[in-house]
């Protein structure tokens, strides 16, 4: 019998399972983003660029888009607030809330859809299908390897490969834009 997708608890995989006659296989898709991206800039900048809006600002957002709206309360419990504004001007809004910052080293936060305001809004209200939840969590490190930075992005949670393609190739591109950024931060 083939059952419904469902989640592979902390795996970032969805699965469809079958039972024929008393075996089980499945069918995973990759429901998470993981990039480990070097950047060739001392720890301290990149967590720099990472961290302060007026940095963020110029590379939190794919090709084509510019992320206007950068609001940050860094701390645990804290929480952030962007948009990302497509060249066409339709804008898709971003909230979460710090879990755990230790500077320099690592990140986690929640990741949900929001207004303007902050208030957080299913993916349907940008047009998205009703399976997304209204919460993903990212998780980024950041971690010197001889005079470079190595930065490691986990975003979990999405409903479908499909999405969660969609969010790599994001912030692949979002990525190249902050390697650009990082070469003017002395």
Known sequence: MLTDKMPIPGMGFNGLFQDT?????????VTMVY???????????????WTEPEHVKEW???KNYTAPVVKMDLQVGGSYLNSMRSDDGNEVW??????EVVPLEKLVSTDSFADNEGN?????HYGMT??????????VTFKEEDGATRVTIEHQGFPDHNNSSMAETGWQESLDK???HLKNIN
């Open 21 to 29: 006659e008393g075996n089980v296989f499945g069918i995973i898709e």
């Open 35 to 49: 990039i480990s991206r070097l950047f060739k800039a001392k720890l301290e900048n990149v967590w720099e660029a």
């Open 60 to 62: 939190l957002a794919p």
């Open 94 to 99: 971003s909230t979460g809330v710090y879990r």
């Open 120 to 124: 957080v809004v299913p993916a349907s």
């Open 130 to 139: 009703e399976d997304w939840p209204m919460e993903l969590t990212i998780t």
């Open 178 to 180: 902050l390697e650009a």
